[in-house]
């Protein structure tokens, strides 16, 4: 299973600096784990109760769930990535960059869509 996507790169680092802001208020919450749901032509990136929805063009849709500090070394590397769109794939335990970065972590995990299908994993 995999989550493919292309999204536009400056929206994506807005959204995803005011995700980060966010987290630390939400991190005293037990917010653990940080959710992208690409269905339809929208990505939604959600931290707990925070939530930013960007258009995007999607390959294959699901959901990814990732852990809040791999998210935040995500948000880091989005930095030196250059360009209009950005392409992410995202495989359990693995989120590849536009092809080139890899990050890997054994709790990032993937499913078809369905929250059932994700690890028990309390989000709010």
Do not use: W
């Not at 005011?18 to 690409?38: M, W």
């Not at 925070?50 to 070394?73: D, N, Y």
């Amino acid at each position: 299973m995999e989550v493919r996507f292309n999204v536009n790169l400056i929206e994506l680092k807005s959204a995803c600096r005011r995700l980060v802001e966010r987290l630390a208020d939400e991190s005293e919450t037990g917010t653990d784990f940080v959710v992208f749901t690409a269905t339809g032509s929208i990505l939604e990136i959600r931290t707990g109760t925070s939530s930013e929805a960007l258009p995007t063009t999607i390959t294959q849709s699901g959901r990814a769930l990732v852990p809040r500090r791999v998210f935040c070394g995500l948000v880091n590397a989005l930095r030196y990535c250059r360009g209009k769109t950005i392409q992410f794939d995202i495989s359990a335990g693995t989120i590849t960059l536009s092809g080139r970065t890899q990050i890997r972590h054994p709790q990032i995990s993937v499913s078809d869509g369905t929250m059932e299908s994700l690890t028990a994993v309390d989000l709010e």
